[in-house]
């Protein structure tokens, strides 16, 4: 069987990289494990202009935050699916100096940040003492509905492949490579974590990190924004009425990537102090991350195998930065165009080459 691409992994970056090729009328075949924990299954789906305890203004931000709302909207609309909402976070100070931090960076002219108008509108649900500010444009990303509208469709056109693949059984011969009974022109890596043990690209400094979700039901909660504080409290429009995803922890040190018995107690006893009505605990997920030690993407083409090509390292930030360096790698792959320096695999060049 013949094909141009021969993709490996459908989380968001293999989503997007294989609607990108398809809009451009481009032949390609998805081989994905359907593995339940990974990073797109798990994550809140949260595109936010701002980051860390310091409010920085994330990297890319003017350009990366638009052009996600619009792709998932055209991929959602393509799909007759809902795959994205505008929800603005309220931020919940967990102390005086975090308070100081977010109204600095809102007197700095920080387009992101406000103090929030009505100070006791959330009074009725939650605990806080150091009042509450505002993130705005906040997107969420509905991955849960998304990935098996995608997965459908190109199990329809029969591009899907359902399978572990083995790269054992792949090879480069004459500008092609092949698998199985497939002779593709490039192969593309989007496959997360597991890339840390991909012999074409493991020697990137990749920095895996494990987090933990608590998916809940908290009835009367108001679906109308992501609330934050210590944990941050989503709703999930898609699993139903008054389901929410709370979540989450960053480990970077873990023995495996299962849930743990600490981040349930603690995020459990956590809430109770925070929300003043019941909730209930309906599942417990975790998984890792495709971080990388310098917080930019893997994206392009190997140095030395130039039919193999990877769109990885998304970190915690895979549903806004997939679809922009995915529709970048199309353009790469079609026509030739470069990759943004600072998430071009090219420099690590010399590292790829040994
Ligand atoms: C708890 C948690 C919360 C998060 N919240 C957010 C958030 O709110 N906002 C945000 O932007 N990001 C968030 N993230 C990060 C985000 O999930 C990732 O950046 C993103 O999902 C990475 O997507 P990916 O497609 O590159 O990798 P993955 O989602 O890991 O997808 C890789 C795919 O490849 C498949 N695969 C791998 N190896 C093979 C193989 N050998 N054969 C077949 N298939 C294979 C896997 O099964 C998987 O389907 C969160 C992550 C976690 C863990």
Redesign the pocket.
């Given at each position: 069987m013949q094909t141009e691409f021969l993709i490996?992994?459908?989380?968001?970056?293999?989503?997007f990289l294989s609607y990108y090729l398809q809009k451009a009328g481009r032949s390609f075949v998805v081989?994905?494990?359907?593995?339940n924990n990974?990073?797109?299954?798990?994550?809140?789906?949260?595109?936010?202009p701002v980051t860390g305890r310091r409010m920085v203004t994330v990297w890319m931000a003017d350009e990366i935050l638009p052009f996600a709302w619009k792709a998932y909207h055209e991929i959602g609309h393509d799909l007759g699916i809902t795959a994205i909402s505008h929800r603005n976070i309220i931020d919940f100070f967990p102390n005086p100096f975090m308070r100081e931090n977010f109204l600095k960076r809102t007197e700095e002219g920080n387009e992101y940040t406000r103090a929030f108008p009505d100070q006791e509108h959330f009074r009725s649900w939650f605990n806080f003492e150091f009042s509450c500010g505002e993130i705005n444009p906040v997107y969420t990303?509905h991955?849960e509905t998304l990935l098996p509208a995608w997965r459908q469709q190109l199990t329809n056109q029969q591009s899907l492949w359902e399978?572990?693949?083995?790269?054992a059984q792949l090879r480069f011969e004459a500008g092609a490579i092949h698998y199985k009974n497939i002779k593709a022109g490039n192969i593309i890596f989007?496959?997360?974590?597991?890339g840390i043990d991909n012999p074409y690209f493991k020697q990137l400094p990749y920095a895996l990190n494990?987090?933990?979700?608590l998916m809940m039901e908290i009835p009367g909660l108001p679906a109308t924004h992501i609330f934050k504080k210590s944990l941050v409290l989503?709703p999930l429009q898609n699993a139903g009425k008054d389901i929410f995803w709370v979540?989450?922890n960053y480990a970077w040190e873990f023995d495996n990537a299962n849930p743990t018995k600490e981040f349930r107690e603690t995020t459990e006893r956590v809430l109770k102090e925070w929300l003043k009505i019941p909730f209930q605990i309906i599942d417990h997920?975790?998984?890792?991350?495709?971080a990388t030690l310098e917080r930019r993407p893997f994206v392009g083409l190997h140095p030395h195998y130039k039919q193999a090509g990877l769109?990885?390292g998304?970190?915690?930030?895979?549903?806004?930065?997939?679809p922009f360096f995915a529709k970048q790698l199309t353009e790469l792959l079609l026509h030739g165009k470069a990759i943004t320096a600072e998430a071009d695999i090219n420099r690590f060049q010399k590292i790829l080459s040994r």
């Open positions: 490996i992994g459908q989380g968001i970056s293999g989503t081989i994905d494990n359907n593995d990974s990073a797109s299954r798990i994550a809140a789906g949260i595109i936010n990303a991955l399978e572990n693949f083995e790269i989007c496959d997360g974590p597991a494990k987090g933990e979700a989503a979540g989450s997920r975790a998984g890792l991350r495709p769109l990885n998304m970190g915690t930030k895979g549903c806004s930065l997939a």
